[in-house]
């Protein structure tokens, strides 16, 4: 009996409490209630602070992030390459369609991963930015890419290897963005990380760097690229000439 006359003392006392907390409470919840509208007004950003503006390249960005994964050419990659590109395009006086830029930069390695990659990709067969021109058709239209503009976007994705011949503003700026990527300590990281543990040596790799050395630099079209390429360039090239003296002259690499 005292259990229950304490549970009914508690009662009337949370009671009284009761009555003093609700206009606290009910300003609690009207200022949490606002929280959603206050969140939802804000636009949302990549990790470097890209507006995603647009509630398609919501849905995209969080696509690459969910399944292009690799230190060479996952999201991280093709988020680079499109502040690079706008810069290039800024700096050049470029008009570019922001929305073809972004779909194609966000999609244009697409094919190096499941399930898109194929043999004929890996083997090199097949251009890898042809297949991302072809695949990335039904997932820009399900995001609620304006298809109107899908192209432009398979242009840039198709022609943004270094060795390529881009036409149009956004291909000419994805490729040069692309291209220097390449360079500098970035572009280092990038294509020694391709070598993976099950390789005797990185020896392909630093040939690879130094054929970035020759051919990237003469493929670039834009003045902002070639600007950002000078210092990447002797950055890499300062790296490769060090990896060649500390392996005995490349014998040890």
Known sequence: MAFAGTRAGARGSNGVMNLLMAPRLIAGLLFFSLLPAAAS???PTTVTGIPLDKPWK???YAFARAHFHHPAWGWQHSERDYKLALQFAREDGIRVDTDVLFAAAMMHDM????PWETPAVESGKVEHGDVAAKDCVPI???AGFPMTKIAAVQMAESRHMFYSKPIGPESIV????????????MGATRIIA?????????????????????????????????RAAAPRLVELRAFLDEENAESYGGKLL
Do not use: C, M, N
Not at 198 to 216: C, N, W
């Open 111 to 114: 094919a190096a991963f499941h």
């Open 194 to 226: 391709t070598v993976g543990e099950d390789k005797p040596s990185v020896g392909g790799a630093i040939r690879t760097l130094r054929s970035f050395l020759r051919e990237i630099p003469r493929g670039l079209i834009t003045k902002a690229a070639k």
């Open 140 to 142: 820009l239209r399900a």
């Open 41 to 43: 007004a804000a636009t």
């Open 174 to 185: 994805l490729h040069d963005a692309d291209s220097v990527d390449f360079l500098g300590a």
């Open 58 to 60: 919501v849905t995209i």
